[in-house]
């Protein structure tokens, strides 16, 4: 079993609707939890970072940690035709003070968002 | 100009062959870490590096070797190619004392490769 989970989609939405990604995890340590953005043929780029469990609103974008479920969402309101791209979760532990740096990430969604 | 290059951008070997994928940073970073991305599996730990003098193992090392020139290059050799090392490689960089969450790490274009 994976550490992190992840639908991979492909998921395909008209534009305006609200977009619902989603992962599941299973490592207990993680304690930070980012969203990624891959655009076609480009590197992943930091969209969103949450600590811990709760909520992160960001514009059009919030993220929401459940812990107590392993589980992680990404909302997208009023999307775009520009969100289209491969969107990614990540984890991170933290051992004593020392944070490791290491990121464990999710398979990736495929988000289609047509006009 | 971009924070982190890669080069080549894309590659197309034998099997067999050894080559090497090259990684250089203007982020001033210490932390260095090489991944591939395989359709459906998302991103792979191969190698990373907190430091010149500090290598480290990823998930799946094998068939893969590093290089740590300086602070900010970071190379990526397969001694021996072999097909199912076609993928994409990122390489990334990541700043423990920075403002910005330590685990934020930035990525360079990607590198292309497909054996043959």
């Known amino acids: 079993q994976k550490e992190v989970e992840q639908d991979p989609g492909p998921l395909s939405v008209p534009e305006g609707a609200i977009v619902s990604l989603n992962c599941t995890y299973s490592?207990?340590?993680?304690?930070?939890f980012m969203w990624y953005r891959q655009y076609s043929r480009k590197g992943p780029e930091l969209l969103m970072y949450?600590?811990?469990?709760g909520n992160k609103e960001d514009g059009r974008f919030t993220a929401q940690v459940d812990k107590s479920s392993k589980y992680i969402s990404l909302f997208i309101r009023d999307s775009q035709p520009s969100d289209s791209a491969t969107y990614l979760c990540?984890?991170?532990?933290?051992?004593?003070?020392?944070?490791?740096?290491?990121?464990?990430f999710g398979q990736g969604t495929i988000l289609t968002v047509h006009p | 100009d971009a924070d982190v290059t890669q080069t080549p951008r894309n590659r197309i070997t034998k099997t067999g062959k050894r080559i090497m994928l090259e990684c250089s940073q203007t982020?001033?970073?210490?932390?260095m870490y090489w991944y591939r991305q395989d359709p459906g599996l998302g991103l792979r730990l191969i190698y990373y590096?907190?430091?010149?003098?500090?290598?480290n193992k990823g998930e799946i090392s094998d068939g893969y070797s590093v290089s740590r020139q300086a602070q900010a290059k970071f190379s990526l050799s397969l001694e021996s190619a072999i097909p199912n090392q076609t993928a994409l490689y990122f390489c990334?960089?990541?700043?423990?004392?920075?403002?910005?969450?330590?685990?934020?790490?930035?990525f360079g274009p990607g590198t292309r490769l497909l054996v043959l």
């Open positions: 990334a960089t990541s700043d423990p004392g920075g403002r910005i969450p330590q685990e934020t790490q930035y």
């Open positions: 490592n207990s340590a993680f304690q930070y």
């Open positions: 949450t600590y811990s469990s």
């Open positions: 990540a984890m991170s532990a933290r051992a004593g003070g020392t944070s490791y740096g290491k990121l464990t």
């Open positions: 982020k001033g970073h210490d932390r």
């Open positions: 590096s907190f430091d010149v003098k500090d290598i």
